[in-house]
């Protein structure tokens, strides 16, 4: 049974840091893994899209890799604002499940 | 821009009663979803639907119904609401399978 587990569960920085968030799986045989944002008491965000047999997706400041036979993704900020902070969730879909598998997310604060 | 819409985005109900939760979306997506969302356990799965009048039990349907006459509405009940229904109920609708869901703004659902 396919399982997500995001660490750290809650991260502060200050502005301007680079940083990284991490998400795993337990099964490689994904369709897709996808990164989203959501701002307290807020439906969620689509960030970023990750196709089986791509390696990476850049939006903006954000990319995110995959690395399938690890069973790893991470999210990369640049320069963090405090606009950033929110809630970031990794989902993965396997096969011909519609299904997505959350993981619990990270809490990011950025502070000014 | 893909707008999924919710009917309510507070809701209170007393225990027993039926309750309605209406999700649309604008862009002509096959499928459609309703999760809850509570502390500590993520997004669960309710049901989703892959077509008008057709529907899949998700990962914790017991106590609920859907609905889905029309492509762009799909309705979630609660039959006999009782207080560990008290939630966050978020609804997304996506294309076919690999492609990024969107989220509506979510009802925080309250059974009293």
């Known amino acids: 049974k396919q399982e997500v587990t995001q660490i750290p569960a809650a991260l502060s920085v200050p502005e301007g840091e680079n940083l990284v968030l991490n998400c795993s799986f337990t099964?490689?045989?994904?369709?897709?893994l996808q990164w989203f944002r959501q701002d307290p008491g807020k439906g969620l965000t689509s960030l970023l899209l990750?196709?089986?047999s791509q390696r990476e997706q850049t939006s903006g400041r954000l990319n995110a890799s995959l690395d399938k036979s690890s069973g790893r993704s991470t999210l990369y900020i640049a320069a963090s604002q405090p606009g950033d902070s929110a809630t970031y969730l990794c989902?993965?879909?396997?096969?011909?499940?519609?299904?997505?598998?959350w993981g619990l997310g990270t809490s990011l604060a950025v502070n000014p | 821009d893909v707008k999924v819409t919710q009917s309510s985005r507070y809701l209170v109900k007393r225990t027993g009663e039926k309750v309605f939760l209406e999700c649309v979306q604008d862009?002509?997506?096959?499928?459609m979803f309703w999760y809850r969302q509570d502390p500590g356990l993520g997004l669960r799965l309710i049901y989703f639907?892959?077509?008008?009048?057709?529907?899949e039990k998700g990962d914790i349907p017991e106590g609920y119904s859907v609905s889905r006459e029309k492509k762009e509405r799909f309705s979630l009940i609660l039959e006999s609401a009782s207080t560990n229904q008290t939630s966050m109920y978020l609804c997304?609708?996506?294309?076919?399978?690999?492609?990024?869901?969107?989220f509506g703004p979510g009802t925080r659902l309250t059974v009293l």
């Open positions: 997304a609708s996506s294309l076919p399978t690999g492609y990024t869901q969107y």
């Open positions: 639907s892959y077509d008008v009048k057709m529907k």
């Open positions: 099964d490689s045989a994904i369709y897709n």
């Open positions: 989902a993965v879909s396997g096969g011909n499940n519609r299904k997505l598998i």
């Open positions: 990750i196709q089986s």
């Open positions: 862009m002509d997506h096959e499928n």
